[in-house]
């Protein structure tokens, strides 16, 4: 299994990023797929999942109407849509797989994960 982000950058605060995932080698027939973050010093944290299952999605409360999840299945890719960015919302941004379809954003369900990309808010 291999998931590689991309997408991150340097922006201003109110600006808009849409990194995205590339999942590749998942053979199960139902996942989630989450994207968390972690900034320096602090805990990793979930922002947002969805489920290929049903296409169900979860948020981080501090990121409920500013971001949002979606999926092209035909391309195996999951992006994130971030608006009204935040300088609180630096940090490096990965995304994971949990092999149950229900998984939210415990990152202790996450079993594959990417490499990360750097999203950084600042004026």
């Known amino acids: 299994v291999q998931l590689v982000e991309s997408g991150g950058g340097l922006v201003q605060p109110g600006d808009p990023l849409t990194p995205s995932c590339a999942v590749h080698?998942?053979?199960?027939?139902?996942?989630?797929i989450g994207w968390f973050r972690q900034a320096p010093g602090k805990e990793r944290e979930g922002v947002s999942s969805i489920s290929t299952q049903d296409g169900s999605t979860h948020y981080l409360d501090a990121v409920k109407g500013r971001f949002t999840i979606s999926r092209d299945s035909t391309k195996n890719t999951v992006y994130l849509q971030m608006n009204s960015l935040i300088p609180g919302d630096t940090a490096v941004y990965y995304c994971a797989v949990a092999i149950l379809s229900y998984s939210r954003l415990n990152v202790d369900e996450y079993y594959y994960w990417g490499q990360g990309t750097q999203v950084t808010v600042a004026s």
């Open positions: 080698g998942v053979t199960l027939s139902f996942y989630a």
